[in-house]
């Protein structure tokens, strides 16, 4: 008896500092993110929301590039029906390139789903920690707000409906924690290789979460710079950190350059900016809706903001004023409606506020993190109500976003194999062969079936309509409903070979898409563009010849544009390289000092 009581006690003891170690926080993540995809394996279900069928085509198109060694950085010759659509140069290409490789290891949509869903719970969760941490904030109320974190907002969003703002999400609280780390250390307060390396993976991941982060670190920097015992030394090395983003991502802003200086591309669909706000809600899991349980939480810290004021740092007063304003500017109290008249591209661009909710979040809970740390938790009454409070706020959030998971994964098992049919041909599919597509060898089965004609990067002849004369609506027209009737065949450098057999010579319309710089090949002549007409999306039309014809399409971007695509990865090489380089010099030299003391 006394052994076992002796056992239990070391037993404790162990448990007590691992619990105080810094690795039970990131298992906690761990651990929280692998609950989130439970349902699905429970289920077997693969969740296909709003976004999903337009990115499983984008990272399918890098896995066939990937698998066949076929590269085609420009024009999609696998992906969108092989429709040669320029879309993963200038959309976050090295994401794309790099989930195209985890599903040419995963082979089917459901593994390679489980895999990102939990990665990016994982990723945003230690970042929301990572974020708290470098706050000041004490280790469990840092593990306590990151777990509330990846349960709100826009971070669940990659699993529900594959949002590629949910990535955004995920790695916005690197961002912001460069911020805080301008104010807090006036000595040197930019790390220009760190910020330059989160805001190069934000630009190669989602461009528009780039933007927030620049808007958000702005003030950061403002502050850091008034306090900044270096001011020059701090704009110099803000410089260094621009242009080390340069470097690393000039293959996106070399194809953003190239693509919207020569070409007429299509902005996204447009929609009410009034009517995509943050709206309190009841937990339904909209994307505009604030729960009760997220609000109270927000309230709470403004509670605790006010009642510890005397003691209250100016960084927490900081992250959480800015929190709210910019949660208020993404709600009603903004008047979307008329900046919608007074901009209408920011339909189009902005597209939704409540994404706006993305900074918004992590600010806010890195600032109830600063007051949780600031409690008396000498005081035991004290430490067991605010313990009980944040476990009751985490579940609050945690339980409806598991709940959300399993509805959504028992509904593919039933009905609704895909959750939204919005700018979607579906073509004659059972659900059970849908769902055996999704879990298919053959990623390619479940774009077969299902396509999406969104307009995304579409280039466009003249004006861009709208309804039936959008690029969308034509792209369904011109090439959904006419590629089953030509045969497409990816060929090396990048080329698409497209082929079809005609009773009568005369002119015909190809079911593939042409930029300005597309070149066009028709029964082995080059033509030149006033040698062929090309409709409103730039489908070329061409003469055929009566018995088999062929066209070969092939985007020769220019030489500069192809410099910097490799500018970029040059770039990676030699940051790693050097990073390398500057942890082995700092072992070196922790192992010579300890020698020299040993010495002593």
């Known amino acids: 008896m006394a052994v076992l009581i002796t056992s239990g006690v070391v037993s404790m003891r162990q448990l007590n500092i691992w619990l105080r170690s810094r690795w039970a926080p990131v298992a906690g993540i761990a651990i929280m993110s692998f609950i989130m995809i439970v349902p699905q394996l429970l289920t077997g279900s693969v969740i296909v929301g709003s976004d999903g069928i337009f990115h499983f085509n984008r990272?399918?198109?890098?896995?066939?590039?990937?698998?066949?060694?076929?590269?085609?950085?420009?024009?999609?010759n696998f992906g969108f029906q092989q429709s040669g659509r320029v879309v993963n140069a200038v959309y976050g290409p090295y994401s794309a390139y790099l989930m195209g490789a985890l599903l040419v290891v995963f082979r089917s949509w459901y593994h390679f789903q489980l895999f990102t869903t939990f990665a990016v719970y994982l990723i945003g969760g230690y970042g929301m920690y990572r974020l708290a941490r470098s706050a000041g904030a004490r280790m469990w109320p840092a593990f306590a707000t990151a777990i509330i974190f990846m349960n709100i907002g826009w971070l669940p969003r990659w699993g529900l409906n594959q949002n590629m703002t949910a990535l955004g999400a995920a790695l916005l609280p690197y961002a912001l924690a460069c911020g805080v780390h301008m104010v807090r250390h006036?000595?040197?307060?930019?790390?220009?290789?760190?910020?330059?390396?989160?805001m190069s993976i934000l630009i190669e991941t989602?461009?528009?979460?780039?933007?927030?982060a620049v808007l958000a670190l702005i003030p950061f920097w403002i502050v850091a710079?008034?306090?900044?015992?270096?001011r020059l030394r701090m704009v110099g090395r803000t410089a260094a950190a621009v242009g080390i983003t340069l470097v690393l991502t000039a293959n996106v802003w070399g194809a953003m350059l190239l693509m919207f200086?020569?070409?007429r591309i299509a902005y996204p669909a447009a929609f009410s900016l009034a009517q995509?706000?943050?709206?309190?809600?009841?937990?339904?899991?909209?994307?505009?809706?604030?729960a009760l349980f997220p609000l109270a939480i927000i309230a709470g810290q403004v509670v605790l903001l006010l009642l510890q004021r005397r003691r209250t740092s100016r960084l927490n007063w900081c992250v959480t004023a800015m929190g709210v304003a910019i949660l208020l500017a993404a709600s009603r109290v903004m008047p979307?409606?008329?900046?919608?008249?007074?901009?209408?591209?920011?339909?189009?661009?902005?597209?939704?506020?409540?994404r706006m909710s993305t900074i918004a979040f992590p600010l806010i809970l890195c600032g109830l993190a600063l007051s949780l740390s600031n409690m008396e938790w000498s005081r035991v009454s004290v430490r067991r109500v605010t313990s009980t409070l944040v476990v009751?706020?985490?579940l609050g959030v945690a339980v409806p976003n598991v709940a959300r998971m399993t509805i959504r994964s028992v509904d593919v098992q039933r009905s609704h194999v895909l959750r939204s049919f919005g700018a979607m041909l579906l073509l004659n599919s059972t659900p059970r062969e849908l769902r055996a597509t999704l879990h298919s060898k053959h990623p390619g089965a479940i774009l077969a079936t299902a396509e999406k004609h969104s307009s995304d990067y579409l280039p466009v002849n003249g004006h861009q309509g709208t309804g039936d004369l959008s690029p969308g609506s034509i792209y369904k027209r011109e090439i959904l409903f006419y590629h089953p009737y030509f045969t497409y065949t990816a060929l090396p450098g990048g080329r698409l070979q497209i082929s079809w057999h005609e009773t009568t010579a005369g002119w015909q319309s190809v079911p593939v898409v042409t930029y300005h710089q597309s070149q066009v090949t028709v029964n082995g002549h080059r033509l030149m563009q006033e040698e062929y007409y090309r409709s409103r999306i730039n489908a070329p039309i061409v003469q055929s010849r009566r018995g088999k014809n062929t066209m070969i399409v092939q985007f020769r971007a220019a030489w500069w544009a192809e410099l910097l695509l490799w500018v970029a990865p040059l770039g990676w090489l030699a940051l790693g390289a050097w990073c390398g380089w500057r942890r082995l010099r700092r072992r070196q030299s922790g192992v010579n000092a300890k020698v020299q003391a040993d010495d002593i």
């Open 59 to 76: 990272i399918y198109d890098t896995a066939k590039q990937i698998s066949t060694g076929y590269w085609s950085y420009w024009q999609t």
């Open 225 to 230: 710079w008034v306090r900044a015992n270096h």
């Open 276 to 290: 995509n706000v943050l709206q309190i809600g009841v937990g339904r899991g909209s994307r505009n809706e604030l």
């Open 392 to 394: 009751l706020a985490a």
């Open 261 to 263: 200086s020569t070409n």
């Open 336 to 354: 979307w409606a008329l900046i919608g008249r007074l901009v209408p591209k920011m339909s189009q661009m902005l597209q939704f506020p409540v």
């Open 186 to 198: 006036r000595e040197q307060p930019v790390q220009p290789v760190r910020l330059a390396l989160i």
């Open 206 to 212: 989602h461009v528009l979460s780039t933007i927030f």
